[in-house]
């Protein structure tokens, strides 16, 4: 879902780098230089070796809190472990 986003903002930076690599004045062009460099690298790194890496050496099953409280009980039960539940609503900062 966030590959549009991503793609997006790094194709307008590179768009506006195009027009500095014009420029006469030399620090301007090592500008455009880095920029684009930089841009161009962190989308290639961020759409292809991220998502590479995480499916080479990321999580195999749900983790991070990220269980129903059916499936936390299970998975406690499961280990021999008691789980204790609040049915209370979690406050959150806008509410505070």
Do not use: H, W, Y
């Not at 790094?10 to 027009?19: E, S």
């Not at 420029?23 to 090592?30: E, K, P, Y």
């Not at 809190?65 to 209370?88: C, F, I, N, P």
Request: proline residues 4%; contains cysteine.
């Amino acid at each position: 879902d966030m590959t549009a986003p991503v793609f997006g903002s790094a194709l307008t930076t590179l768009g506006a780098t195009c027009f500095l690599f014009l420029c006469t004045m030399l620090v301007f062009v090592r500008i455009a230089v880095l920029l684009f460099a930089v841009t161009f690298f962190s989308l290639v790194f961020a759409l292809v070796g991220l998502p590479a890496a995480l499916l080479c050496f990321g999580p195999v099953d749900r983790c991070c809190g990220l269980l129903g409280k059916q499936d936390a009980q299970a998975t406690a039960e499961d280990a021999g472990d008691e789980v204790v539940t609040s049915d209370r609503p979690k406050k959150s900062l806008m509410n505070a």
